[in-house]
């Protein structure tokens, strides 16, 4: 068996600039094209936060930003016109997401 130090041996090698183009593309791997919705999709979208809201039940909101897709689950409390907010309330506590970052809205119950 062989018992070397991995990669610590090799760690006195990297420069930081060789960091900062590593972290670079790996985030480069991970990143998501905004997805593209249409008329339908939009009203849809609408059709389910009224829903969600007026049900007050345990909803799950997909979101996008910066390339990352990102899940939020809770109760819609309340939706925003003025600042175009969906306030989502979780155990955790309450989360205000933009409207345009919402691609995606699935009532659980």
């Not at 008329?39 to 936060?49: G, K, P, R, T």
């Not at 809201?53 to 979101?63: A, F, G, I, Q």
């Not at 155990?91 to 997401?97: D, E, Y």
């Amino acid at each position: 068996m062989i018992r070397d130090r991995g990669n610590i041996k090799w760690q006195g090698m990297m420069l930081p600039e060789h960091v900062v183009e590593l972290r670079k593309w790996m985030d480069q791997d991970h990143y998501t094209e905004r997805p593209e919705l249409n008329e339908w999709d939009f009203q849809l979208v609408q059709e389910e936060l009224e829903l969600a809201y007026k049900k007050k039940c345990e909803t799950l909101v997909k979101t996008w930003a910066n390339g990352l897709i990102i899940q939020h689950q809770g109760i819609v409390e309340d939706i925003d016109l003025q600042s175009n907010v969906v306030i989502l309330e979780n155990p955790f506590g309450i989360k205000r997401i933009q409207v345009s970052e919402v691609f995606s809205v699935q009532v659980v119950n």
